[in-house]
T-cell receptor, first 116, second 115 residues
Framework: NAGVMQNPRHLVRRRGQEARLRCSPMKGHSHVYWYRQLPEEGLKFMVYLQKENIIDESGMPKERFSAEFPKEGPSILRIQQVVRGDSAAYFC??????????????FGPGTRLTVT | AQSVTQLDSQVPVFEEAPVELRCNYSSSVSVYLFWYVQYPNQGLQLLLKYLSGSTLVKGINGFEAEFNKSQTSFHLRKPSVHISDTAEYFCAVSGGAGNNRKLIWGLGTSLAVNP
């Protein structure tokens, strides 16, 4: 059973460009979470999604950031007009909807975004 | 609101020595508690979790943690560490139920195991 997959693993963007980060959850998982890891700030929750539905976006910056989890395909975290401060590691996690395992989140390897 | 404090940012220890990584949390509701490990340039791997029941939980790689509700702590322990345990360790809390599944994280503890 493949784990959570994220691509690309490394992404370099110039200031003002768009960044698209992809996350494929574990098989059978319908819940996806995005976190950002910044140096000196640790891990921060960004958004929690189910298929076609945003459940909690309390950690998302108000501007330039958006996330989706369509019925088919991976979850996408989109950052428009990137700035240097967006440079970070972005982690995706997934969990099943029901059962004991729904309390556990399984993480992907992350996408390391560098804005030049 | 929930928060997590990891009391030590760095813990150096010699191989085969015991280690304790400390974690305190604050929450106005019942919580679920987790420890994750992160090796350099990798994702996060779940070590163990406390959801309910026995306050002493055992995880992978010989780690265990004890949930202490009165002291709002969830310290991680291992009786004898190996070089391969060198990594960053994160304590996290969630409300767990319904829509409150997001993980709130401590800043991490860097464990350095020396020969």
């Amino acid at each position: 059973n493949a784990g959570v997959m994220q691509n690309p693993r490394h992404l370099v963007r110039r200031r003002g460009q768009e960044a698209r980060l992809r996350c494929s959850p574990m098989k059978g998982h319908s819940h996806v979470y995005w976190y950002r890891q910044l140096p000196e700030e640790g891990l921060k929750f960004m958004v929690y999604l189910q298929k076609e539905n945003i459940i909690d976006e309390s950690g998302m910056p108000k501007e330039r950031f958006s996330a989706e989890f369509p019925k088919e395909g991976p979850s996408i975290l989109r950052i428009q007009q990137v700035v240097r401060g967006d440079s970070a590691a972005y982690f995706c996690a997934s969990s099943p909807a029901t059962g004991q395992g729904r309390y556990e989140q399984y993480f992907g390897p992350g996408t390391r975004l560098t804005v030049t | 609101a929930q928060s997590v404090t990891q009391l030590d940012s760095q813990v150096p220890v010699f191989e085969e020595a015991p280690v304790e990584l400390r974690c305190n949390y604050s929450s106005s509701v019942s919580v679920y508690l987790f420890w994750y490990v992160q090796y350099p340039n990798q994702g996060l791997q779940l070590l163990l979790k406390y959801l309910s029941g026995s306050t002493l939980v055992k995880g992978i790689n010989g780690f265990e943690a004890e949930f202490n509700k009165s002291q709002t702590s969830f310290h991680l322990r291992k009786p004898s560490v190996h070089i391969s345990d060198t990594a960053e360790y994160f304590c996290a809390v969630s409300g767990g139920a319904g829509n409150n599944r997001k993980l709130i994280w401590g800043l991490g503890t860097s464990l350095a195991v020396n020969p």
